[in-house]
């Protein structure tokens, strides 16, 4: 898995997250797992090289709750601007 975090120079900031097939299986099991019950998952850290992110933390809230993101499952755009 790779993580990337960039500075807009806006005061906002982006995370991507790079994750192989097998990696996005065991996330969807993870989120699964979450939904179902209590607890956290966490994208940790190596703690290996450059200093960087060391660790995302995903918990469930309830359903009733606001927050100050939101899920966007738009089509990804490739390199040559291809959508994939």
């Excluded at 975090?5 to 192989?20: C, P, R, V």
């Excluded at 960087?52 to 755009?77: M, N, Q």
């Amino acid at each position: 898995m790779k993580a990337l975090l960039s500075d807009f120079k806006t005061g906002w900031f982006g995370l991507s997250l790079e994750l192989s097939s097998r990696e996005i299986d065991r996330l969807i099991r993870g989120l699964e797992e979450l939904k179902d019950g209590t607890g956290q998952l966490h994208f940790s850290s190596l703690f290996d090289g450059e200093p960087g992110i060391g660790d995302v933390e995903v918990s469930c809230s309830g359903d009733s709750e606001c927050g100050d993101l939101v899920l966007d499952l738009s089509p990804c755009i490739s390199s040559d601007g291809e959508d994939t």
